[in-house]
């Protein structure tokens, strides 16, 4: 085990315009570690999360992965070394069902897969079949994307970025959409999901007893910047996170 | 059972060559005339139809079917190279080349821009080969009678012999082209169609995606250009011009991007309307195209490829969903009939 944390992010700036959506982000993750990114609407998440993934440069400041600078690389170069991710809404392949979005996902994962070999060969069938079991979805394996409720569609686009057995796990609000009554088994089917991969997760989430109960740490944003970086209860009971974030101050 | 897959379709396509083959033995010449052609124009428009499992629909394909029957046709007529198999290889070789040129400049394109930019190119080419006098200008220039593996058959022997080698043709490029649809690589392809942010975030370059389809697209419009052109015996620029590329669309659409073998229905299906149209409709037989057209488009959305599932769903023929079937849900109705209803 080694104590480089998995994931850096060192002076990271990005703005839009007069607009900041990232001032001066430090961070460490280290691996294993279940990080909540909590703000209200605009303050920074999913900047940081773009910024991560390639979909966005930072202006200056660097992002390293076991070390290794990923700051200026495309997504699908992040992605293959190790970094994957969910979407808020959730980008699945329409037109097909659950499995056929999960093969693609292992298609993707494999170039070695030969032209010559029909779809599912190579074990690609049963690694398919053991995420969709170990989803519990499997029972929508062959219905169309188009029909299945919210939650399932949450649960199919996590176990597509699960595929590749990433290092570090982005889920972009896994719960939004999903009714309240269904948040908490679905987070608690994603963590078990996880919990046999040495990933580490990262999670942007609005609801604070999701994020009390999933999270180890949270970073809390406003403005662009992180106010506060803790363990949940110390962030929670933080004034400026009561304030800015909760909503919670007196 | 992947060896169950593939042994069916290779055990299918050789029947199917078989009889397509014996079946040339009773054609009137026009009709295996017709048919060589058809297979040609088929094979275009099976390169388009693998662009557009990926989302992409050329309207340029004249480009690579003009280079296919250019450059078999100059070999043929000015080196004398004359045998049908090396002028096949030599002209997919060279619009494989072509199409490795072409496509890094076009596949960050997409939709209509990507479709008006291999029009562009098409009509360059047509510009440039009108103005090449050395090579007939906008007449073109007449193609040798091609030879068999040393053979030089005359008259019905010919027709028969040619028509028999597009027949071969026609079931390798099939073959090929169906096992990469229903191949891993295939089914990542047609996710592109889908949803390119998220392939291209499952780790797989989109833009080498689509390269690979716009080379094998074009390798195939070489093929069937130096197949049209040795049918016709004559190639000229109009082999570029927008028209042609645009009735390889036309049979793309009408055959659907569901089967490799509708392609080639659908292409002699218009040669045959085109023909009769113009013999007995001769003002209106474009009309009697659309008019065709538009019947596919509302009644098989899919395209003719779609018809068997179809036939299959009204006669009460459950098309249930194979795990790891590459066909969309969307092109498979009826694939819900038997399943279980998870529990909410």
Redesign the interface.
């Known amino acids: 085990m080694t104590d480089t944390p998995v994931l850096q992010a060192r002076g990271l700036n990005k703005s839009f315009g007069a607009v900041v959506a990232a001032a001066d982000i430090n961070v460490d993750v280290p691996t294993g570690e279940r990080l909540s990114l909590i703000g209200a609407n605009g303050a920074g998440k999913t900047t940081f999360v773009n910024l991560v993934?390639g979909y966005l440069k930072p202006d200056t400041g660097d992002i390293l992965l076991e070390g290794r600078s990923i700051a200026r690389r495309?997504?699908?170069q992040i992605?293959?070394m190790g970094v994957?991710?969910s979407f808020q809404i959730p980008?699945?392949?329409?037109?097909?069902?659950p499995?056929?979005?999960l093969?693609?996902?292992?298609?993707?994962?494999?170039?070695t897969?030969?032209?010559?070999?029909?779809?599912?060969?190579?074990g690609?069938?049963e690694q398919?079949?053991e995420l969709l079991d170990r989803f519990g979805i499997a029972?929508?394996?062959?219905?169309?994307?188009s029909e299945l409720?919210g939650g399932v569609r949450k649960l199919l686009d996590i176990a597509?970025?699960l595929?590749?057995h990433p290092k570090v796990l982005l889920l972009d609000e896994p719960t939004s959409g999903v009714s309240s009554e269904e948040k908490f088994g679905l987070m608690d089917t994603v963590m078990a999901a996880v919990s046999n991969e040495p990933v580490t997760v990262l999670f942007v989430e609005h609801d604070m007893d999701i994020v009390t109960r999933y999270a180890d740490r949270i970073l809390a944003f406003y403005a662009g910047e992180i106010i506060a970086d803790d363990k949940p209860d110390e962030v929670l009971s933080d004034v400026r996170v009561q304030r800015y974030v909760t909503g919670t101050a007196k | 059972m992947a060896q169950d897959s593939a042994s069916r379709i290779l055990t299918t396509a050789v029947f199917a060559t078989g009889a397509l083959f014996a079946v040339g033995f009773l054609l009137p010449n026009w009709m295996l005339f017709t048919a060589t052609k058809a297979v040609g124009y088929g094979l275009v428009a099976l390169g388009i139809v693998v662009l557009m499992r990926s989302g992409l629909v050329s309207f340029g394909q004249g480009l690579v079917y003009c280079i296919g029957a250019y450059t078999s046709g100059l070999v043929a007529s000015r080196a004398g190279i004359t045998d049908v198999f090396v002028l096949l290889i030599i002209g997919g070789a060279a619009s494989t080349l072509v199409g490795l040129v072409v496509a890094p400049l076009i596949a960050r394109y997409r939709s209509i821009f990507f479709a008006m930019l291999t029009l562009a190119l098409s009509m360059v080419l047509y510009g440039v080969l009108v103005k090449q006098n050395w090579i007939g200008g906008s007449d073109g220039f007449n193609v040798p009678s091609p030879t068999f593996l040393g053979w030089a058959p005359e008259l019905w022997a010919a027709d028969m012999a040619l028509y028999g080698v597009a027949v071969l043709v026609a079931a390798i490029a099939a073959t090929l082209c169906r096992f990469y649809f229903q191949s891993m690589p295939g089914l990542v392809a047609q996710a592109v169609r889908e949803n390119e942010l998220r392939v291209e975030y499952l780790g797989t370059s989109v833009f080498r995606i689509t390269v690979r389809n716009f080379v094998i697209a074009a390798g195939l419009g070489g093929i069937g250009g130096t197949l049209n052109g040795l049918t016709l015996g004559h190639v000229d620029p109009l082999f570029s011009f927008w028209t042609t590329s645009g009735e390889f669309v036309f049979i793309s659409i009408l055959a659907g991007h569901v089967s490799v073998v509708a392609v080639f229905f659908a292409s002699f299906a218009l040669e045959l309307v085109r023909s009769f149209s113009n013999r007995y409709f001769p003002d209106t037989w474009q009309f009697m195209l659309g008019a065709f057209l538009l019947a596919v488009i509302l009644f098989l959305p899919n395209g003719l490829g779609s018809l068997w599932d179809e036939i299959r769903k009204r006669f009460g023929r459950d098309t249930k969903a194979k795990p790891g079937s590459t066909a969309p849900v969307s092109d498979a109705p009826g694939k819900l009939a038997e399943r279980k209803e998870p529990a909410e």
């Open positions: 993934t495309n997504p699908r992605t293959q994957c991710r980008q699945l392949c329409e037109g097909m069902t499995r056929q979005n093969l693609v996902a292992v298609g993707a994962s494999r170039p897969f030969s032209f010559f070999r029909p779809v599912g060969a190579e690609a069938g398919v079949t029972a929508y394996a062959d219905r169309p994307v409720p597509m970025a595929v590749r």
